[in-house]
């Protein structure tokens, strides 16, 4: 929910925003580590940062590679697992190989 408050006008939410997306992502990562989603939306902030102030593509690949390793490892059999997110990632890591 706060990266997509943040969306909204990210020139002025980013402080904000950013930040409890990112101790959001830390308390989900505790409780799995496992969990794709938390490195395919820890990938994106960086994905449209600046390169100068850390961001990019080259950045940001490592982060959507993880989630895709993840996300092959999940058990897809049941309609009340999650199930988003594989594709959007796979079209971050496509444009990271551009």
């Known amino acids: 929910m706060a990266f997509a ?5 990210p020139p002025t939410r980013w402080k904000k ?3 409890l997306m990112n101790v959001s992502l830390d308390k ?5 580590p496992e969990n794709p989603r938390i490195y ?3 990938g994106i902030p960086v994905f449209n940062k600046p390169k100068i102030w850390g961001g ?4 940001a690949k490592p982060y959507f ?4 390793v993840l996300f092959a490892k999940e058990d897809k059999t049941s309609i009340l697992k999650p199930y988003w ?9 496509a444009k990271c190989n551009e």
């Open 28 to 32: 989900a990562k505790k409780i799995n």
């Open 5 to 9: 408050r943040f969306l909204v006008d």
């Open 56 to 59: 990019g593509k080259n950045k």
């Open 40 to 42: 395919y939306l820890g």
């Open 85 to 93: 997110g594989e594709k959007e990632n796979m079209d971050y890591l």
């Open 65 to 68: 590679e993880k989630a895709k």
């Open 17 to 19: 925003y950013l930040d």
